[in-house]
């Protein structure tokens, strides 16, 4: 059999990382900054990195904490604000370790539909005025994990005052944004915050490669504060090396060429993605995405998502199920990776996942 | 006042960092390898250190896990074995942070006093007896931290022998191993261990540097197995990035002149050490180590440490409190790191050390 085609992970082909802009950044790391780069340095990060990241958030450094990636940050942040038995509002569906860590917590989650136009806000408002007590909401806001949905601005207007009025945080998880490649830019809500109800996290992973393991979280600076402490007894500090590394390629300007690269790379994939579907896999429903790495594709009612996941497995394509993403439903829905696939490759892979679905739906009625 | 003189930080000063070596190391990193340095890679590390690391030790791969510093691992171990209540065991003294974790999980932490030759068996002996359902015993076996002993060949063998009765894990925490500059080597306990009871613990931030932040795990494959998801929901991979500059750093032979650099280097400063406590400061009592970072001083009983910390600080020299490492007492006694100091600035931190002791002790009797 050929080559598995995968569309089941999350990161970027090779072809699109700026390997020798990175090597580059490297031997200016260790040249421009050695004791910086090579000593224990602080639990906050990096300490240029951390400026550097204050000022395109335009806040103070001591909102800024720069982690080993944004899964990390999420890590701190949760067992930090979320103890067993707390209310935690998650996307429907949403990214499946976010769910799987809440849920190591013990919290309780609940899952609010996701719409086109993100989180079901009305359905929100109604689980809030049910009296739950909401200590946590979970919204990834641009090109989401796992739908490729983007969020608002009236909607992310609405989840601040809903926020506000409830007494909940929102945790803006945002890796995606600067990954737009059609339409227009949205006001992230840690801008729009006026009653310190946003933590905001992101990460370099997928606008400089995921091996260097940078993420970071803006907050207010008593939280902060309070998760330094917890990084610190964890792991003493982050890496400096790679920190230094990603502060060296963004001061370069390499992180606007690398974006300028990625962007132009994913826009060419959903567009072939796209014509595939139509050719090979007409039943396929979807919204092609404007940004990020991932489309939502749902097909006809009945499919069963398990038998074509190992159907396409057998024909060398791979795929994340929609169920992957959900407490329960979703048995008609999967996820398509298409970051991390070559453009060669994937009318190819979706033929192969069209062969698989024909395989195992149920012959149309006559 | 002049700029302070610091035995307080266990980190090495950047003149014996190999910086060049290292910034070598990343370019090759990136050209040998750019697709596994700048991936996700896998929660168990960089699989070419990983497997350097296992033919190090003579175990399987299956044995070993790459963290972000070996605090990290640390705290994955700590968070995998021990339970509120469960009584674990440290040296007395020994390092703060190992402290501080195992009280904040609610670990009934008992410690055992440390002698020369290294923790007291026949006390241990003696605790386990008593009844205590011990689960993990740490012992940092080479150049202790703070107190800069070596655990016997004898007593790792008593160690593993109560281990084995007793059906406790051995926590072995091995830094500083190969900063060894006189004396002979002693097997570790994971080498001597016959029953799987001995977990492992390294790091590449004494023999490489500390900012690049990469540790690691030895031990059961079956425990291996599971700090490995928790690694893998904490945060997804460690540093691809660092642990390839490592890997290439390590099979250039690049650690090993590194070591023998530092070796150098912190013999030179025990030797400078030594003379300078008997020139300026005879009433301290200790033993000049035969490897590692540190040296524990007890000054005269009845020397109030805190107020010899005010002194010094106020005189333009640092150091960590030996009450800092206990969970009571050692108000006598104190801990000198000679590897962040370079040998010209050990004879006049010593004198100023001495003139704030002078200030701060009580007049000898006439």
Redesign the interface.
């Known amino acids: 059999m050929a080559d598995t085609i995968s569309f089941a ?1 999350g ?1 970027p082909s ?1 072809d699109i ?1 700026d ?2 802009g ?2 580059a950044a ?2 200016r790391a ?2 421009n900054d ?8 602080t639990s906050v990060g990096y300490v240029p990195l951390r400026r550097w990241i204050a000022e395109q958030h335009g806040v103070d450094v001591a909102n800024v904490l720069v982690t ?2 944004s ?2 940050a999420d ?1 701190f942040l949760f067992a930090t604000l979320v103890s067993p038995g707390d209310a935690v509002v998650a996307e429907k569906p949403t990214y499946d ?1 976010t769910l ?2 809440l849920r ?1 917590l013990g919290a309780d989650v609940r899952m609010v539909d996701l719409e086109q136009d993100g989180i079901d806000t009305a359905q929100l408002r109604e689980l809030l005025g049910s009296g739950i007590d909401c200590k946590l909401a979970h919204v990834i806001p641009n090109f989401q994990n796992p739908a490729g949905y983007t969020l608002s601005l009236a909607k992310r207007r609405e989840l601040l005052e809903l926020a506000h009025e409830h007494g909940f945080t929102i945790f803006e998880d945002d890796p995606y944004r600067h990954i737009r490649f059609s339409g227009e830019d949205i006001p992230t809500m840690l801008e729009m915050d006026e009653h310190d109800t946003v933590v905001y996290a992101s990460s370099f ?1 997928k606008t400089v ?5 940078v993420g970071y979280l803006v907050g207010p600076q008593a939280l902060i504060a309070q998760i330094q402490k917890l990084a610190t ?10 920190q ?2 990603v502060y060296e390629f963004c001061v370069s300007g390499g992180i606007d060429a690398s974006i300028a690269t990625v962007k132009a790379a994913l826009a060419d994939r959903v567009a072939k993605l796209d014509a595939a579907l139509q050719e090979h896999l007409p039943e396929a429903r979807y919204t092609p995405p404007e940004g990020g790495y991932f489309m939502w594709v749902e097909l006809p009612e009945g499919t069963d998502v398990d038998a074509l996941f190992t159907a396409a497995n057998e024909r060398g394509v791979a795929f994340v199920k929609g169920t992957d993403f959900l407490l329960e439903g979703g048995q008609n829905t999967l996820r398509l990776a298409y970051s991390g696939v070559t453009a060669d490759q994937i009318d190819e892979g979706i033929r192969r996942l069209a062969d698989a679905y024909r395989a195992i739906a149920p012959a149309p009625v006559a």
Chains 1, 2 share one sequence.
């Not at 050695?34 to 340095?41: E, I, L, N």
């Not at 007894?233 to 890496?239: D, H, K, M, R, V």
């Open positions: 992970r990161a090779l990382v390997v020798d990175l090597s490297a031997t260790f040249t050695p004791g910086g780069a090579t000593a224990y340095g080993n990636g899964m990390q890590a370790r799987l860590n190591g992973s490669c995921p091996g260097i393991r007894n964890t792991y003493i500090s982050p890496n400096m090396v790679a230094a590394i």
